[in-house]
């Protein structure tokens, strides 16, 4: 089955140390996109690419750094920048006018 | 600029009431209209989705929403609510062309009760 494949499930970072988020697809889509969930808040986007070898800053980029090498992946770093990592992280890919097929998520934590 | 409004942040309800959960939006032009559904510590799932043609769109899990261009709002309606349906629901627009950036509203969770 087609989908979107998110890992690891849960991630500890320490202080100080860069961690990458992987997210694949296999749904053949264009575009892919990253979004941080905090309690309260929704979806804050954090980085999108519409096709490969190229992306955008979201609303959160700062802290963050992505790569697009290949259409089915789209991985996120999150770097030592980034003061308070703790959160859920979503991604998602989208072929218009379709709407967004989303990953099951991962949630990182700081130690 | 496009935004999504989901006005209420929780919501409960009994089991086997009906429920209606609400969505308003600004934006340019009628745009696409989502609603996801997330349970906790997972992911967005589709629910339905309205592009055009008829007003009242049908989803999964016995969901259906009504697009009301001069309302400017895409509510959500259950006719009998389930347990199961404890989750918090997102309300999403989209452009009909171009960048399919989806705009998505603050969520609204939904507490079922016996």
């Known amino acids: 089955d087609g989908g979107i494949t998110q890992s690891p499930k849960y991630l500890f970072r320490k202080e100080g140390q860069n961690v990458t988020l992987s997210c694949e697809q296999n749904l053949n889509h264009d575009a892919m996109y990253w979004y941080r969930q905090d309690p309260g808040q929704g979806l804050r986007l954090i980085y999108y690419s519409q096709i490969v070898n190229d992306f955008q800053k979201g609303d959160i980029a700062e802290g963050y750094s992505v790569s697009r090498e290949k259409k089915e992946s789209f991985p996120l770093t999150v770097t030592s920048a980034q003061k308070n990592p703790t959160a859920f992280y979503l991604c998602a890919s989208s072929n218009p006018p379709g709407g967004y097929t989303f990953g099951s998520g991962t949630r990182l934590t700081v130690v | 600029a496009q935004s999504v409004t989901q006005p209420d942040i929780h919501i409960t309800v009994s089991e086997g009431a009906s429920l209606e959960l609400r969505c308003n939006y600004s934006?340019?032009?009628?745009?696409?209209l989502f609603w996801y559904v997330q349970s906790p510590g997972q992911g967005l799932q589709l629910l339905l989705k309205y592009f055009s043609g008829d007003t009242l769109v049908q989803g999964i899990k016995g969901f259906e929403a009504e697009f009301k261009r001069s309302q400017s709002s895409f509510n959500l309606r259950k006719p009998s609510v389930h347990w199961s349906d404890a989750a918090e629901y997102f309300c999403a627009v989209g452009p009909r062309f171009g960048n399919e950036k989806l705009t998505f509203g603050t969520g609204t969770r939904l507490t079922i009760i016996p």
């Open positions: 934006y340019g032009a009628t745009p696409y």
